[in-house]
């Protein structure tokens, strides 16, 4: 079965420093693979999503992520953090076997001024 | 853009009612799904739809059923409701393609006191 760990339940950041969240997932062949975030009070929003191609993808609000098979990862990264990135970020994984979208259990951010 | 609305975004409940939470998709998408959020746990899967008046549990669907009677509507029942049933619940929707992205509702908060 489909697994996904994001090992870090809080990060604590400050603003304009760099920002890496961490996604590991667990599946033999490559998955599809995706980035939301969740401000306060407010439902999930994409960021970004991988399925095949270019293993750095660019999303919305100034974040990317890298693909990389050999350590079956796909870290969120952004150059500098703003303090309206604080949210909660949630990495998913469907593959071809469930088809169904199977969440972390989310890496907190705080920004600190 | 895809909007997805969820009937309420708290609600406040007895024990042993019978709880009703709705969900509206207006961009036709074929898939249609309820988690549920809890600190610490993520996004679980309680059930999901591939189409009108199909349905599958997910991870923890007990105490839970589901009706889709029509494409657009997706509705959670709480047959009698438990204190263990407090949480926020999501309602997504997607087209009928695996790596097409989930597209969420604001939540509803339910207490169950």
């Known amino acids: 079965a489909q697994s996904v760990t994001q090992p870090d339940i809080h990060i604590t950041v400050s603003e304009g420093a760099s920002l890496e969240l961490r996604c590991n997932y667990s599946y033999g062949a490559t998955p599809y693979l995706f980035w939301y975030v969740q401000s306060p009070g407010q439902g999930l929003q994409l960021l970004l999503k991988y399925f095949s191609g270019d293993t750095l993808v660019q999303g919305i609000k100034g974040f990317e992520a890298e693909f990389k098979r050999s350590q079956s990862s796909f870290n969120l990264r952004k150059p500098s953090v703003h303090l309206s990135d604080a949210a909660e970020y949630l990495c998913a994984v469907v593959t071809g076997g469930s088809y169904i979208p199977t969440f972390g259990r989310g890496t907190s951010l705080i920004v600190h001024p | 853009d895809v909007k997805v609305t969820q009937s309420s975004r708290y609600l406040v409940k007895r024990t042993g009612e019978k709880v009703f939470l709705e969900c509206v998709q207006d961009?036709?998408?074929?898939?249609m799904f309820w988690y549920r959020q809890d600190p610490g746990l993520g996004l679980r899967l309680i059930y999901f739809s591939y189409d009108v008046k199909m349905k599958e549990k997910g991870d923890i669907p007990e105490g839970y059923s589901v009706s889709r009677e029509k494409k657009e509507r997706f509705s959670l029942i709480l047959e009698s409701a438990s204190t263990n049933q407090t949480s926020m619940y999501l309602c997504?929707?997607?087209?009928?393609?695996?790596?097409?992205?989930?597209?969420f509702g604001n939540g509803t908060r339910l207490t169950v006191t």
């Open positions: 961009m036709d998408h074929e898939n």
């Open positions: 997504a929707s997607r087209k009928d393609n695996i790596n097409s992205p989930l597209h």
